[in-house]
């Protein structure tokens, strides 16, 4: 699966990947830290090598953590009351986020 749609989210324990299988999105964690990141990283190396992180500067620590396409459109990671926006656009149509091999992940505007 390479696609979030919107209202839908994955969970500290999922991941979506690009189409070809290159690159994966999803929670990490750095080393034996108990705080989790969100990040895109190479899928097909022996030591996970993360090429983006979403929320650097606030990593969560509970496990019930969400990555979200939310209703307005927007990417969204939801740790209990804490949402942490991560896009801000303004969309009516239907959204949806997805990992291409190149390793973007991309807001798209369905017709």
């Known amino acids: 699966m390479d696609t979030i749609l919107q209202s839908q989210s994955i969970t500290t324990s999922q991941t979506i990947f690009s189409a070809g299988g290159k690159f994966e999105l999803g929670f990490f964690s750095l080393g034996n830290s108990t705080k989790y990141h969100v990040g895109i990283w190479y899928k097909k190396v022996s030591e996970q090598t993360v ?3 979403a929320n650097r500067d606030y990593p969560f620590s509970s496990l019930s953590a969400l ?5 307005d459109g927007n990417r969204e990671i939801l740790e209990g009351k804490v949402s942490y ?6 969309s009516n149509k239907n959204t949806s986020a997805t990992l ?7 807001l798209r505007n369905d017709v």
């Open 67 to 71: 990555l979200t396409v939310s209703a």
């Open 51 to 53: 090429v983006w992180v």
């Open 100 to 106: 291409l091999d190149y390793g973007n992940l991309v």
């Open 85 to 90: 926006t991560v896009t801000s656009i303004i």
